[in-house]
């Protein structure tokens, strides 16, 4: 691999995640030069991965993509390479220690999602959860620089509280796919049907709903203690993200739960204010 065709890939990697990752991408940028080119290329391949599963397609050819994914994955793993990511995923990998096993736990998490989806319980969901997220943030603390193993346990909890709030504020457009995260035993506590998802004038949903945001913020106070075992500019990046996503939480309560009227959004005066915010943590002038 020359040096020209891995400043190549990081561009590429850089611009998909300049394009896609607009809650995420502003923290990005409080990073030295090489953990901000990781996280893009970390970012890419969870991109695409779950692209390929919700890209138009029967299901075997689906599920064959992903088959491949994974082969191309493992390649890319062991140097050989076949996709503009592949020479920047390789290198973050490397440079930063990251188990691959997260990475094939992402794939995991996105083959669940080929079926209609239906849970029955919290402890399915959370293994849905963590393989789509909490292998994310597990991930990220290698690229951030983490000091003790006690930091996997708040950064798995991290990756439960903004998948919830994702499925929280995307439930209308998932339920028109076909998935329904929600347990159905947190349905049927409250008196819920599938049908009354998204219709704030039902009391079942409020209260249903009601119930979905305290559990995701029992997971983000959870996740607060990740912050101790972080390098100072892994910490200001954690900070941003944990803010922006409670900004999401905090704006679906403000809303009254109403999450199909129109997109729930942090704006970007919001996101520059949180990133300015973090700057004190990121120069090491503040905790």
Partial sequence: MSETDLR??????????RKAARHFYPAFRLLPRAQRRAMCALYAFMR???????EPGDLPTKRG?????????HDCFAGRFSHPLHPALHDAIKRFSIPIGYLDDVIDGVEMDLNPVRFESFA???DYCHHVASAVGLACIHIWGFSHDDAKKPAEAAGIALQLTNIIRDLGEDRA???VYLPSEDLNRFGCSVEQLGCVGEPAYRELMAFEVERARSYYAAAESLSQYLTRT??????VMLSTYRGILDEIERRGYDVLSSPIRIGRWTKLRLALKALPVRWGLAL
Avoid at 8 to 17: D, L
């Fill in 177 to 179: 796919a076909g998935r």
């Fill in 8 to 17: 190549s890939s990081y561009a590429w990697c850089e611009a998909v995640a």
């Fill in 65 to 73: 993509n992903l088959l491949r994914w994974r082969e191309q994955l």
């Fill in 124 to 126: 399915q969901l959370y």
């Fill in 234 to 239: 892994g910490r200001a990046v954690f900070q």
């Fill in 48 to 54: 695409l991965t779950d692209d390929l599963a919700d």
